[in-house]
């Protein structure tokens, strides 16, 4: 499976990744490589939750929209 995770550097440059579409689906990292296996580690780590509580995985639906600025 893939999900789309969104990147950003807090103000000690530390980096954050959030899941957008497994709510709460949160992991951080001194460099970009290490957000990535982490975040990896924690989609891993909510999805055998999810499987181990027979919860269904959230479905969330994403569109990209144009707006002028």
Same mark, same amino acid.
């Given at each position: 499976?893939?999900?789309?995770?969104?990147?950003?550097?807090? @103000?000690?440059?530390?980096?954050?990744?959030?899941?957008?579409?497994?709510?709460?689906?949160?992991?951080?990292g001194?460099?970009?490589? @290490?957000?990535?296996?982490n975040?990896?580690?924690?989609i891993?780590?909510?999805?055998?939750?999810?499987?181990?509580?027979? &919860?269904?995985?959230?479905?969330?639906? &994403?569109e990209?929209? &144009?707006?002028?600025?």
């Open positions: 499976m893939q999900y789309r995770i969104i990147i950003q550097q807090d @103000e000690d440059r530390i980096y954050i990744a959030k899941c957008p579409s497994l709510p709460g689906c949160i992991s951080q001194k460099t970009r490589a @290490e957000v990535l296996d975040i990896k580690d924690a891993s780590g909510y999805l055998a939750s999810l499987k181990k509580h027979n &919860e269904p995985i959230p479905s969330i639906e &994403e990209l929209v &144009e707006v002028s600025a």
